[in-house]
């Protein structure tokens, strides 16, 4: 079956950096698009990024560009989220998800901005 | 940026009961690329609808979606217990891609 495996969140300080991870199964990872997408305690979702299959495209909303990098390694079918100078703003819960169409969620990781 | 404006914040009904979720936006969505997702507490959202009105695999067809353009509608027409979660609607034609802020159904 379908798993969307979120890891490498954690409680980090203001300023430093973190890397997420989310590893892909039962289904042909190479052949869709991915997201990331944050939830703040008690929030709304908000999109955070997305790369195209093959990792040539990028985009990203305006809170996180310039701060955070989505990658991919088709190789591993693992899916990325590099995420540099974190402030309190980015404390949430953070999903990977496969193409919108898909339905492909994974169960999310905590990741806790706080001195 | 296109904002998704969703009404009521929250709806209070009962089980059986036929529910109307509202989905606007301030620009057209392109290729009417709009989804509906249900969230519960503790769970990750889970997809009900994609490009305006195609149900999702699995999706019970109580679940409906309609529109285009602006304005968009999730219709469950005979509520179950465990419908009552939060409802959100999200744009994915044009980037950024964005969420509206959800609505409640509440017993």
């Known amino acids: 079956q379908v798993q969307l495996v979120e890891s490498g969140g954690g409680v980090v300080q203001p300023g430093r950096s973190l890397r997420l991870s989310c590893a892909a199964s039962?289904?042909?990872?190479?052949?869709?698009?991915m997201h990331w997408v944050r939830q703040a305690p008690g929030k709304g979702l908000e999109w955070v990024a997305l790369i195209s299959s093959d990792g040539g495209s990028e985009s990203y909303a305006d809170s996180v560009r310039g701060r955070f990098t989505i990658s991919r390694d088709n190789s591993k079918n693992t899916l990325y989220l590099q995420m540099n100078s974190l402030g309190a703003e980015d404390t949430a819960l953070y999903y990977c998800?496969?193409?919108?169409?898909?339905?492909?969620w994974g169960q999310g990781t905590l990741v806790t901005v706080s001195s | 940026e296109i904002v998704l404006t969703q009404s009521p914040g929250t709806l209070s009904l009962s089980p059986g009961d036929r529910a109307t979720l509202s989905c606007r936006a301030s620009q057209s969505v392109s290729s009417s690329s709009l989804a509906w997702y249900q969230q519960k507490p503790g769970q990750a959202p889970r997809l009900l609808i994609y490009?305006?009105?195609n149900r999702a695999t699995g999706i019970p067809d109580r679940f409906s979606g309609s529109g285009s353009g602006t304005d968009f509608t999730l219709t469950i027409s005979r509520l179950e217990p465990e419908d009552f979660a939060v409802y959100y609607c999200q744009q994915y034609g044009s980037l950024p891609l964005t969420f509206g802020q959800g609505t409640k159904l509440e017993i």
């Open positions: 039962g289904f042909t990872f190479t052949s869709y698009a």
């Open positions: 998800a496969g193409q919108i169409s898909t339905g492909y």
């Open positions: 490009t305006a009105s």
